[in-house]
């Protein structure tokens, strides 16, 4: 049995993990000719529960119990949170140049400066999960995707909460909204206790799953599965029926046919700014500090491809905080179609100079 694990082991690792985000598409595709679109999305719904819940903290707990969690790590995390907080600055100031550009007053204004702040975040779970298949980046990406949870579902929606609070009556300010259900408040910080975990025990008596033997090997299989379900849910969850040629050429311009409740516009904006303008402006901070040497080459492809990753679906969740519905839908669509073929040439790309 062990040895059929070691044999397996190798081919769910690395850049074989990526096929399957394209297993997950084509599959998808078929399961629902046959059992209907509706039930084959509810099932992936409650498959990504047990993902998020079971097999991601156990797979982080066991890449950072073999950790010594030193002065790189440490310097790591304090670089991810200032990234993130830099691409929300920059969404923020990027919208309210945009608003008044556009001259909207008022709830309008809100609406749209809440609704590009939060677009700016992103899948880091599931397509940011593709980082882990890449072992010398997998501690660095585990940082990323914990710091990244805490922004999604903690901060932002405690600077949403607080700027749709601004705009009501005196008489309403006490209200809180509490939009995203509790699984995924409590996610972030469910992270951290299996990420702490790991960190003291093996600090504390240098413990790591070798020491398991023949259950740390399947305990390494088990975690590591991980990776390519991710990776199938990512894929199950591009929609052909999506793809539209009309929305095509809305989001590029092409269609100039104007309607009174057009948001494509603001779909744009935020297009640009997630595929375009956050991307090259973290590539010409850190290119530099790659070649001179200051960061470690390992740093940089978790850095840059955590920049393209898709708009996350959970926003949806924060519609309650008054962000735009329609636009929040489209983007999300259109970032997964554009960014994912990018992240995995990335990935490969990368995977090949930088590890």
Request: with cysteine; proline share 4%.
């Amino acid at each position: 049995m062990i040895e059929i694990i070691e044999l397996i082991l190798p081919y769910i690792k690395g850049l074989w993990a990526l096929p399957w985000i394209a297993v997950g598409f084509f599959v998808t595709i078929l399961l629902s000719k046959l059992y209907g679109e509706d039930s084959i999305s509810n099932a992936m719904k409650k498959i990504g529960l047990i993902l998020l819940y079971v097999f991601v903290p156990l797979l982080l707990f066991r890449i950072l119990l073999s950790v010594d969690f030193q002065q790189n790590e440490i310097i790591f995390t304090m670089i991810c949170f200032t990234i993130l907080l830099l691409m929300y600055i920059l969404a923020y100031f990027f919208a309210k140049f945009l608003s008044n550009k556009y001259k909207l007053f008022g709830k309008s204004k809100g609406i749209y400066i809440k609704t590009v702040l939060t677009n700016q975040g992103r899948s880091s779970a599931f397509v940011g999960g593709a980082l882990l298949a890449i072992e010398e980046w997998r501690v660095f990406a585990t940082i990323y995707m914990i710091i990244g949870a805490i922004f999604l579902f903690a901060i932002i929606p405690y600077i949403l909460n607080y700027l749709h609070r601004k705009n009501l009556k005196k008489s309403q300010k006490s209200t809180n909204i509490h939009a995203l259900p509790w699984y995924l408040r409590v996610f972030p910080w469910y992270l951290l206790l299996f990420a702490f975990s790991a960190v003291i025990v093996h600090s504390t008596i240098g413990f790591t799953s070798k020491n398991l033997g023949d259950f740390g090997t399947v305990f390494e299989f088990i975690t590591q599965l991980t990776i390519p379900a991710a990776l199938y849910y990512v894929g199950a969850g591009v929609h052909p029926s999506d793809l539209k040629i009309s929305e095509l050429k809305k989001l590029f311009g092409f269609d100039n046919k104007k309607t009174k409740d057009d948001h494509w516009q603001w779909v744009r904006n935020m297009f640009f700014l997630t595929v375009v303008i956050t991307p090259l402006i973290l590539l010409i901070i850190f290119t530099p500090l790659l070649v001179t040497g200051i960061i470690q080459k390992t740093w940089f492809p978790v850095i840059m491809i955590n920049a393209i990753l898709p708009v996350t679906s959970t926003n949806m969740f924060l519609l309650p905080y008054g962000i735009d519905k329609k636009s929040t839908a489209h983007i999300v669509t259109w970032t997964t179609f554009v960014c994912v073929p990018i992240v995995v040439v990335l990935i490969t790309v990368f995977g090949i100079y930088f590890s």
